[in-house]
């Protein structure tokens, strides 16, 4: 009801603050006997954590998981998951400077309408801290799907105007070593050197941000999920998206440029391949009806520049006073490399949500 749970069946609740003792996450509805590979689960959230590049935030946090419940030798036994992540970097001192002041595109005079009372260190809920228990829940959901032969694939494919061009996305692990590769998380290495130097060079050492998009892909699912008329595939992946922190913007299939064609040109031809319905083209990325195909699902996701710049900006305080308000503190000139992980994680909760009103609801 207060917004901090997702999914209906594979259904997650998270808690905790950037600076509290821990951040976690509930997991009620995994199913049984799915194998918790505690390392990949880990691996997951190194992906995410802060420090892990010179284009990331500097905050040093290890991230480590700790699993409380509904594991048993190495399987989940269909009770709740419970898993903490405990904070461990937080120099609340570092924040004083915001205690009374508003960040111009933050979530602090948001958070004071609402609540009367705001936690400002670091952000308190409104920190992107908080993904990293999404992360560990979408592990739990990955490796469900995994058993499915479900795969999910993430890259940046944009950082302020530079755009990668479309990779081939046949071979969806190759393109994940590729994508591990750089610091960047793009799958096209010289895009990545080109984002790497901009967002070092240009962005970090102006004290600014810049936005960028991630595209993704999701392979596997079989034709049939998806609840419409309100629940459509595609609404339901919207909204995992758009509740992530910064993002300003979701598109699936041909998305905005597939406005620009014609229905001559966007129609996606049905044939068969291997005994198998398939389209020719996949315009519709892999979602008609708002109910999946069978084709590959494809979306795309917007963040903007993140709020924290380096400099003195002007701003409110609390009194409604005009005031300026100091760059300081760690930030993350671009948050796109450690967003793609966020962006996984949330799809593969979405799936695994479908999957299951899939079975409960259709024979
Ligand atoms: C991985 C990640 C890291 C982020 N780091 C920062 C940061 O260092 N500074 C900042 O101002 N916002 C950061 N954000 C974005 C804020 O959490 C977000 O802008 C803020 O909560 C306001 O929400 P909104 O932008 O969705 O309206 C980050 C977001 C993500 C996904």
Redo the contacts with the bound molecule.
């Keep these: 009801m207060a917004g901090n749970s997702f999914g209906d069946l594979f259904r997650i609740t998270t808690f905790g603050e950037s600076h509290g003792k821990a951040i976690g996450v509930i997991i009620d509805g995994c199913p049984s006997n799915i194998e918790i590979d505690e390392l990949f689960i880990q691996s997951e959230l190194d992906k995410?954590k802060p420090g892990q590049s010179k284009i990331t935030?500097q905050r040093k946090e290890s991230d480590t998981a700790q699993i409380l419940s509904g594991t048993f030798e190495g399987k989940s036994t269909g009770t709740p998951i419970s898993i903490i992540i405990p904070n461990e970097d937080q120099r609340s001192k570092d924040y004083s400077h915001i205690s009374d002041k508003y960040?111009p595109?933050?979530?602090d005079y948001t958070y004071q309408m609402k609540y009367g009372i705001r936690d400002y260190r670091g952000?308190g809920r409104?920190?992107?801290r908080e993904?990293a228990a999404r992360v560990a829940a979408g592990a739990v959901a990955k490796l469900f799907l995994k058993q499915e032969g479900i795969e999910l694939f993430a890259h940046v494919s944009g950082v302020g105007e530079i755009e990668a061009p479309n990779v081939d996305s046949t071979d969806l692990n190759a393109l994940l070593e590729t994508r591990e590769a750089n610091i960047a998380r793009c799958a096209d290495p010289a895009t990545a050197n080109e984002m790497i130097d901009y967002i070092d060079n240009t962005i970090r050492k102006n004290g600014d941000?810049v936005g960028g998009r991630i595209s993704a892909i999701v392979r596997g699912v079989p034709a049939g999920l998806g609840e419409p008329v309100f629940d459509r595939l595609h609404a339901e992946i919207g909204k995992a998206m758009l509740s992530?922190?910064?993002?300003?913007g979701f598109e699936y299939g041909s998305g905005f440029e597939g406005s620009k064609l014609k229905g001559s040109e966007h129609n996606d031809i049905f044939t068969t391949e291997n005994n198998k319905v398939v389209t020719k083209t996949n315009f519709s990325g892999g979602i008609q009806g708002g109910i999946s195909n069978g084709m590959d699902i494809t979306f795309k996701v917007a963040?903007?520049p993140?709020?924290?710049i380096m400099r003195d900006q002007d701003t409110l305080n609390q009194s409604g006073e005009e005031t300026t308000i100091s760059g300081k503190g760690?930030?993350?000139p671009c948050?796109v490399p450690?967003?793609v992980i966020?962006v996984e994680a949330m799809a593969a909760l979405v799936i695994a949500d479908q999957l299951l009103k899939q079975r409960a609801y259709t024979k």
Aim: avoid cysteine; proline fraction near 0%.
């Design positions: 995410r935030t960040r595109s933050h979530a952000g409104s920190s992107a993904t941000t992530i922190n910064a993002v300003h963040f903007k993140v709020a924290t760690r930030h993350d948050v450690r967003a966020i």
